[in-house]
């Protein structure tokens, strides 16, 4: 109840803001103009367009940003020699940002697909390894030591066995928050022209159509708010061999 109290206040403030003159509405549309822009986008084509264009960029960059992320997170977290190896090459190349690789996207992949999602499994990666090498680390020594009692000495038993299970939470968690990282990498990705959300939100604001920017700034929050709402989902099902 108090939830939804709170957004019907907020678009009332948005609504009046611009109504009352507070704020030039080309600059601030309000609300109540968003739908017949939705309307006029969706009827033009565009819309479904920019949408199918961002949806494969998102499921490409997301899945193999994803697997890379938690696979080498894995393998770095049950070896403390390959975490030692990598763990200046780690050091320098996490803080830099997305978009600073995007001129080295466009020279490798040009202004293609290809290079929209490079810069989402950039963008994806970094934060299911940190997640799945912590959830390594923080399993248990002595589960591994009673896997060793009950014969299952190999490295690979102990991961199917052991880690993988006692992990399997923390990982879910990173592959969560890599879900909506992903959309605000799509954005990014797709500025500096490839076919997309971000595209068409450049050219709208190019014109200062802001009500279509809304609209699409909407359209990424509903996609994200039925993804992540799936893979709860989703998770919960898998989970649920846990007490």
């Known amino acids: ?28 549309p309000p609300p109540s103009a968003i739908p017949a822009a939705f309307v006029a986008e969706v009827q033009s084509g565009q819309w479904t367009d920019a949408i199918l264009h961002s949806l494969v960029h998102y499921l490409w960059g997301l899945v193999v940003g ?49 290079a929209a999602t490079f810069i989402i499994v950039l963008g994806v990666f970094w934060i299911n390894y940190f997640a799945a090498l912590a959830a390594v680390q923080a399993v248990d020594r002595d589960l591994l030591e009673l896997a060793d009692a009950f014969g299952h000495r190999s490295t690979t038993a102990k991961l199917v066995k052991v880690v993988l299970p006692a992990s399997s939470g923390a990982i879910l968690a990173g592959l969560r928050t890599g879900l909506g990282q992903a959309w605000m990498s799509v954005v990014a990705a797709e500025l500096f022209g490839v076919p997309g959300l971000g595209q068409r939100m450049m050219q709208a604001s190019s014109l200062l159509a802001t009500d279509i920017v809304i609209v699409y700034m909407a359209t990424m929050a509903l996609f994200y708010g039925l993804v992540d709402m799936g893979f709860v989902a989703l998770r919960d099902r898998l989970m649920r061999w846990k007490p």
């Open 66 to 114: 994803s697997v890379a992320g938690i696979g080498l997170g894995v393998v770095t977290g049950i070896s403390p020699r390959l975490e030692d190896f990598t763990s200046w090459v780690v050091r320098l190349l996490r803080p830099i940002p997305g978009l600073a690789w995007v001129p080295f996207a466009i020279i490798w992949f040009g202004i293609t697909p290809l």
């Open 1 to 28: 109840m108090w939830a939804l109290l709170g957004v019907i206040a907020f678009l009332a403030v948005w609504e009046a803001v611009p109504r009352l003159g507070l704020v030039r509405p080309v600059l601030l």
